[in-house]
């Protein structure tokens, strides 16, 4: 991250009561268009008890939580008590607590006034920016003219450093790790600029576990090297790199086999187990790519859209040439992400006939079919079939794969271990009803959802074309490993209008 100043105070706010925030929106963090730059302020909010004294040090981190049901129902706090503070860090002193403590209260004046809360708002000269995650509330405060964007990055950048150390980011976990907590955020940030962000980093000198150091303790070299999320002197007997590319297919089809909706979300997960500061270079059959160089392929070419790289790459070169040149980060990350909005062909195509028998039975009769070419299997299949809530005595027939009812879950499930390309395989199922309804509204209704995954494929058609490993002091042989997955993400066809007998 760049070295301009973003934060003065840093908060985390627990919202104990309500899955949601006051404007609706669920627990993903939310985004804004760049204001004003924040001094970053953190508050961590919890109900209950009266909250202890603002710490007189200036420089304080404030961890807190929303009492009752939802930001609609907090209180003020001379009022109602209802932000008890469990951390507090100002990293300038320009701010004062008492702009943290009013964050609940102003984010209920903005509710009344309109149902979509900004995720960004001023109050008295004062910037207000947050992300929610999970039941979190992550706040930064600034008064200055800061680019949001960056403030915002560093927001998810402290709930992905706090989840690699604590597993799960929640209130408890804040508690019973607020040491260490402090110690992450005075390294991430000093005095409102942001330094080290890399998990494997802070690692190395912020630890879990408590053990006497049998060396003078002193900063990772990659602190102040310009690979920040690589240290230098790594060895490795073995050599190897291991690349993933993993495609998320979602498809939504109405009842009548129209698709509806369909895109592809990728990503690239790489691990690396090499010696020395090696730099990577991978090619891929991106359409753009071809076409910056004048170069023609026979091959299929595809065209990536809201592509999001890993800091590692080297961005001027990537817009220059296309070529994805970076020193990987030692172990498991993600070098990227991408997205093709595109008519997707349903892998596993799925159709369903309901039958009503005077309302006393219903039955479902089930046609799966792979559309991916013969050599390419499915593994794992789950279909999940809705049935009414007040269905029983269920019958099922079916010529491969098991069936079974999840009353729990109100649904049918057919599970088919491995789905051969080509195949088609029916199930039919019945079910008593015992009590007579009205038919069911069709905004309640809920669509057949289906799960899967298959290996050595990509529904992109996306290929690495090469990944050369180029280490000029070590000059070390070395072993690429490349492996393809198609799973499904939100795929879901629609049910038909059951027919009466």
């Not at 004294?53 to 939580?65: D, K, M, V």
């Not at 009022?79 to 943290?100: C, E, H, K």
């Not at 559309?371 to 079916?398: L, M």
């Not at 690429?480 to 799973?487: E, F, K, L, N, S």
């Amino acid at each position: 991250m760049d070295d301009e100043e973003i934060c003065a105070w840093f908060a985390i706010l627990c919202d104990r009561g309500a899955k949601k925030c006051g404007s609706g929106r669920d627990d993903s963090c939310s985004l804004t268009p760049p204001l004003h730059q924040p001094q970053l302020q953190l508050n961590l909010a919890r109900p209950s008890s009266p909250p202890p004294p603002p710490s007189p040090n200036p420089s304080t981190l404030a961890i807190a939580g929303i009492d009752g049901h939802g930001v609609g129902n907090l209180l003020p706090r001379p009022q109602g008590q209802a932000l008890q503070t469990l951390l507090a860090r100002n990293y300038r002193g320009d701010i004062p607590m008492s702009a943290v403590e009013k964050f609940p209260v102003l984010l209920l004046e903005a509710e009344e006034e309109s149902s979509a809360v900004p995720p960004c708002f001023s109050h008295e000269g004062i910037n207000y920016l947050y992300i929610k995650h999970n039941n979190l509330y992550l706040l930064a405060l600034t008064k200055r003219n800061s680019n949001a964007t960056e403030i915002l990055l560093f927001l998810h950048k402290v709930v992905a450093v706090f989840t690699e150390y604590f597993k799960e980011l929640e209130e408890e976990s804040i508690r019973d790790n607020f040491v260490i907590i402090y110690e992450l955020l005075d390294e991430m940030m000093d005095f409102g600029y942001p330094q080290t962000t890399e998990t494997k980093i802070l690692q190395e000198y912020i630890t879990q576990e408590s053990h006497k150091l049998e060396v003078q303790a002193r900063p990772p070299i990659a602190l102040t090297n310009a690979v920040s999320w690589r240290s230098e002197g790594i060895r490795y007997r073995k050599n190897e790199v291991f690349l993933d590319v993993i495609e998320s297919v979602n498809l939504l089809v109405n009842s009548n086999g129209n698709v509806l909706r369909s895109e592809i979300l990728g990503a690239i997960k790489m691990k690396c187990y090499l010696s020395g500061m090696p730099e990577l270079r991978l090619g891929l059959n991106d359409k753009v790519m071809f076409e910056s160089t004048g170069r023609t392929s026979r091959g299929k070419q595809i065209e990536m859209e809201d592509v999001k790289f890993h800091q590692c790459v080297r961005l001027s070169r990537f817009e220059n040439d296309r070529t994805i040149s970076f020193i990987p980060p030692d172990g498991e990350f993600e070098l990227m992400s991408y997205r093709l909005n595109t008519a997707v062909k349903p892998l596993i195509w799925v159709e369903c006939v309901v039958e009503n028998h005077s309302n006393t039975r219903i039955e479902y009769m089930l046609k799966a079919k792979a559309q991916f070419k013969r050599r390419s299997t499915a593994n794992n299949v789950e279909i999940v079939v809705p049935v009414p809530e007040d269905a029983d005595t269920p019958r099922f027939r079916t010529n491969t794969g098991s069936v079974h009812y999840a009353p729990e879950k109100c649904a049918i499930i057919w599970k088919i271990k491995q789905f051969g390309g080509g195949k088609e395989f029916l199930m039919r199922a019945e079910l008593g009803l015992p009590s007579v309804k009205e038919q069911e509204p069709e905004r309640k209704k809920r669509p057949i959802s289906v799960k899967f995954e298959i290996p050595y494929f990509t529904v992109s058609g996306i290929q690495v074309r090469y990944l050369k490993i180029i280490e000029p002091k070590l000059q070390y042989p070395s072993l690429p490993w490349v492996r393809y997955i198609t799973q499904t993400g939100e795929y879901e066809v629609r049910l038909p209008e059951p027919t009466q007998t």
